[in-house]
């Protein structure tokens, strides 16, 4: 069962109609009905292409964060073998909302860094919805370190409303954590890509998405603080949130114009959550395209990389 | 006011004409509550007096109060795109640019100068957080960069002094940017082998401190600043209870591990003096060998612990400054 966003209401409208007269032609109530049937879903098509064709930032933060979007677990099914999942920052605890491990991507190792939201209620306690305590960075940081010394890519999911701001968190250091797993991104000697697939929040984001090769999915989004906390900062009121998001700059576009990130994955009309396996085919391309890139590039050459092109962010803009 | 006005008139004309003139002559310490003249205040580095409570200070200031003889060179802020997303909350951005940079005399909220502590020559960053909230836009983030390279260049150490609300949500993922360009000037100066000290003033929170704020050598907070990641409305709406006491204040991230000490600010002169005459390898110098001696550690552990003190209301001579304040409290 498809389920719709409030602006797609044209196109669930239409897909009612369609539903409605296939379900007639099965009692047997109307016969020359293909046409008509035809006709309607060609409308929806057409207006769902055409609202996806002039998103608003808001409204792709709430294709961002739409419940069926492919998630990082998707990922890992569809892109990688051997998946072997490493757990636990051995300093305090497991934290399930950045899941980390090492696999094959067509047969070549890779270290995988991620963040899950989860897909169900159980799952989404489980996984904190994609909050990630300082623990979750400090996994992250080990991975690195290992993928570093092995000399294997690695590759990170972005997918967070942010960083979970909680009372044990701050107390075990959320923002050293956060300060730390950046810095390790800048350290690593092997190339580093960063795929946002869905919210990249904050601090929350940047913590694993400081790579050789930032890219973001079409309708996916990276701020520097929710559209909510942004609204309560700047307007004093969450429920500007909409403007906020409509005005700071958020989408892949936008970002690409800006010189923060480097390439954009395009989803088909409808979005992610509709066309998973396309979104799985053009993420394996710039999998494909990042490891060839940055093959046989020395260690020294590929930190360089990342850090001058760190450096001169914001420096082509006026 | 008009009593005010008619009893201290004279007084105040000299200096209300060298700065912007402060609203109300006498200040109220939002710890204790008692009146403090704003000129004792000034004089004392703007802790009150009695309640030792570490009032904000402004960037110039603090660099005078910090550096020999309250002599620095500024360095300029780096020219950045200005105003790159047009933006606009409340008011536009461009014009909040304007009040914060005439309510400072700064052109962003990093001030950056070198000078010499303790006879050494340093490096120094100060934010101030009365420039848009200390938020960390390009402009700071470049200033900081700047900064930690210059620092490389001339082979000094690097002090910093944060204060800042978090990230400057009028420029966006440029904003947040920052957070990655900060960092490979601070891997850039610990590669070359010099100190970064970091100094923690009220209140340090948000993408600063998940940045350049907590990858310092040596951290050092003044006493009861607000330090923290999340904000603390966030946190109780997340939690939905009321925060335990002290809740992301120094003495708090002493105890958690996170910075080395909490130091009274009259003291940080010589505490990180003395950090980076050791880690400069450099012997002692006259300034240090005229100091008084025989100090206890209990002494030693006093003075990192901040116990600030009466005797030391005056604004200290230099000489005196190296030296630690004598101690009060000590039993």
Known sequence: MQSYLEFEKPVADLQGKVQELKSLAQSGEAVEIEDEVKRLQDKADEALHEIYGRLTPWQKTQIARHPLRPHFVDYIKN??????????????????????????????????????????????????????????????????????????????????????????????????????????????????????????????????????????LEHSIYTVASPEAAASILWRDAAKAQEAANNMKITAQDLKEFGIIDQIIPEPAGGAHRHAPEIMQSTHKVIEDFLAEFEGKGRLEVREHRREKFLAMGSNLT | MNWINSVVRPKIRSFLNKRESPENLWVKCPQSGEMVFYRDLEANQWVVPNSGFHMKIKARDRMKAFLDNGEYTEHEVPDVAHDPLKFRATKKYADQLRDYRAKTDMKDCVLLASGKLIGRDVTVGVQDFDFGGGSLGMAAGATIVKGLEMA??????????????????????????????????????????????????????????????????????????????????????????????????????????????????????STIGKLVGMFMKSPLNDMELAAPKKKTVRDAIVEAEGAGDDADNAPAENSEDVAPPPVAHAE
């Open chain 1, 79 to 216: 892109l990688i073998t051997d998946f072997v999942p490493l757990a636990g920052d051995r300093k305090f605890s497991e934290d399930a909302a950045v899941q980390t491990g090492f696999g094959r991507f067509d047969g070549q190792p890779v270290a995988i860094i991620g963040q899950e939201k989860g897909s169900n209620t159980e799952s989404r306690l489980k996984h904190n919805f994609g909050s990630a305590r300082p623990e979750g960075y400090r996994k992250a940081v080990r991975v690195m370190d290992m993928a570093d010394r092995f000399d294997i890519p690695v590759l990170f999911f972005v997918d967070t409303a942010g960083a979970y701001p909680g009372v044990g968190a701050e107390e075990r250091g959320q923002a050293e954590a956060i300060a730390r797993s950046t810095e390790m991104c800048l350290e690593i000697g092997v190339p580093s890509l960063a795929i946002v697939i869905g919210e990249g929040g904050s601090g929350g984001a940047i913590a694993i998405a400081t790579a050789n090769k930032v890219v973001m």
């Open chain 2, 152 to 269: 490389v260049k001339n082979k000094t150490p690097f002090i910093l002094f944060t204060a800042s609300g978090g990230a400057r949500m009028q420029e966006g993922m440029l904003s947040l940017m920052q957070m990655p360009r900060t960092t490979v000037a601070v891997q850039r100066l610990r590669e070359a082998g010099l100190p970064y000290i970091v100094v923690f003033t009220d209140p340090t929170t948000g993408g600063v401190t998940a940045s350049y704020a907590m990858l310092g050598d040596v951290h050092i907070a003044e006493p009861n600043a607000l330090i923290g990641f999340a904000g603390q409305r966030v946190i109780e709406q997340t939690i939905r209870e009321s925060l335990p006491k002290g809740f992301q204040r120094s003495e708090y991230l002493l105890e958690h591990g996170m910075i080395d000490m909490v130091v009274h600010r009259h003291n940080l002169r």
